[in-house]
């Protein structure tokens, strides 16, 4: 007779007189149980089905195991679980709770997983915009860069009186030799040096760019691309571009007057406008000087420079003393002084720009925005517009599923740790397919309560 071999036991400190001990020998048990929220999210939006249909596939259809609507909603999923690497995905390949997102619990062929592994998401990502011999899926890039703002439009019930897109630019920092790789003096690193656009939580646009350019360049471009896109639906809209001083360019200035955008960029200090605000440092000087701590005054005047801007404009600056040191800071603008008194336009309209940076820290940190190992720019592009539909639809999920709930403000990272790391038994029979996950789980009542909105949503 064969022999019956004993799965592993990993034996512990006993509990009284109970033995402890461990075995994988679990069966279909999954740690991504939350993930059934990320797939009613995604039949919310239809986002995944909609990233997909940017691919366009050109393989033999009877030999296709793997079709490019499961490997999109693989890749997506993944990201937003932690799963950074296409390497985790020999063993997610197997996860019943992806299948079940899939919608496929077996594979057609003995020799295959339901779900894809590494090699053929790799050639998923190694698309081209056209399809080559030894590449039969390819994308086409215009059509995911118009999905992001889509999606936006599609989250508003009504077009709202006025929105702000923020612009930045931040360092994709580079360890290899990738295609577009340079040196950059203010990060002090080889880097990438993507472009960003948001609109409150809301991803417009993510831009990789080389690194040995101005941060607006392309900037003009996208917006328009994106201005033109929005007034098609929202004409009355009115948009406001805010920036920092890398942003305050004649040629994106310009551009918005021209297209009846507002503006409001920060301005680089130089000794001009330092002298033009010269009396206000003095005052706050004194004021600081009487009071012990930090005082600010703020002017408001017309300036130029000496020759790379096409005529005045609105100036704001903040002449500050903090700890006897002065701080001055400038802003230039569109805004009228009727619509925004200096104070209020700096603090208020400019200063709550920073905001934009938790979001860029949660797509690099949170989703690995910032995963661009591959040899090609178009490689890596398409490796961060991954990454950022995975932002999109961990925001959808936020934005119906949580709102008003303590994590209704949550990041990426606490929701997935909170809501979607959740290990369960996975038990499939003929009539349903029963996740059965952890009953001391402590936010049961956030995820019942996102589960009745998302379905909901999904109709």
């Known amino acids: 007779m064969p022999t019956e071999c004993s799965p592993t036991l990993f034996e512990f400190a006993s509990v009284g007189r109970r033995r402890v001990v461990a075995g994988f020998d679990g069966g279909a048990i999954t740690s991504d149980a939350g993930a059934l929220l990320l797939g009613e999210a995604d039949r919310a ?38 799963y950074e690497d296409l390497n985790d995905h020999d063993e997610l390949r197997h996860d019943p709770v992806l299948a079940v997102l899939a919608g496929k619990l077996a594979a057609k062929r003995a020799d295959c997983a339901p779900l894809a592994g590494k090699s053929t998401l790799n050639r998923l990502e190694l698309s081209r915009p056209e399809a080559t011999r030894y590449h039969k899926v390819s994308h086409d890039p215009a059509a995911i ?15 709202p009186a006025q929105i702000i897109l923020d612009l930045d630019a931040t360092d994709d920092p580079l360890h290899g030799n990738q295609e577009g790789r340079f040196f ?8 990438y ?34 201005v033109a896109h929005i007034r098609r639906f929202w004409p009355a809209t009115r948009i406001l571009l805010r920036g920092d001083s890398g942003f305050a360019r004649e040629a994106l200035m310009a551009w918005c007057e021209a297209n009846r955008i507002d503006f409001l960029f920060g301005l680089a200090r130089n000794e001009r406008l330092e002298q033009a605000i010269k009396p206000e440092l003095i005052l706050a000087s004194l004021d ?10 703020f002017k408001d005047f017309m300036w130029s420079t000496l020759d790379s801007w096409s005529h005045d ?3 704001v600056a903040k002449a500050e003393v903090t700890g006897g040191e002065t701080n001055p800071r400038f802003v230039v603008t569109s805004l009228k002084p009727s619509e925004a008194g200096a104070q209020h ?32 720019m178009r490689a890596n592009q398409l490796r961060l517009w991954f990454a950022s539909m995975a932002y999109v639809l961990l925001c959808a999920l936020r934005r119906i599923g949580l709102a008003h709930t303590q994590f209704a403000d949550a990041t990426c990272g606490t929701i997935r740790l909170r809501l979607l790391k959740l290990g369960a038994l996975v038990r499939v029979s003929i009539r349903q397919i029963k996740v059965a996950m952890a009953s001391a789980h402590p936010w049961q009542d956030e995820f019942e309560l996102a589960h009745i909105r998302l379905a909901v949503a999904a109709g």
Request: charged residues 25%.
């Open 184 to 191: 950059h003096g203010y990060y002090d690193c080889h880097c």
């Open 345 to 376: 336009l700096y603090e208020a309209i400019y200063c709550a720009r920073g905001e934009m940076e938790n979001r860029i820290k949660e797509c690099q940190l949170d989703l690995f925005a910032d995963r661009t190992s591959a040899a090609t």
């Open 288 to 297: 600081s000087l009487g009071t012990g701590r930090a005082a600010r005054r």
């Open 145 to 159: 860069e118009t999905l992001f703002v889509d999606v936006f439009l599609e989250a508003h019930r009504q077009p």
């Open 193 to 226: 040096l993507p472009l960003y656009v948001f609109c409150g939580r809301h991803l417009l646009a993510a831009k990789l760019r080389r690194s040995n350019i101005d941060a607006s360049a392309g900037a003009a471009e996208e917006v328009a691309r994106i």
């Open 313 to 315: 404009r609105r100036v």
């Open 45 to 82: 939006i239809r986002l995944t089905t909609r990233f997909a249909a940017c691919f366009t596939d050109a393989r033999m259809a009877e030999l296709v195991e793997h079709q490019v609507g499961t490997m999109v909603l693989q890749r997506v999923v993944g990201i937003a679980l932690g």
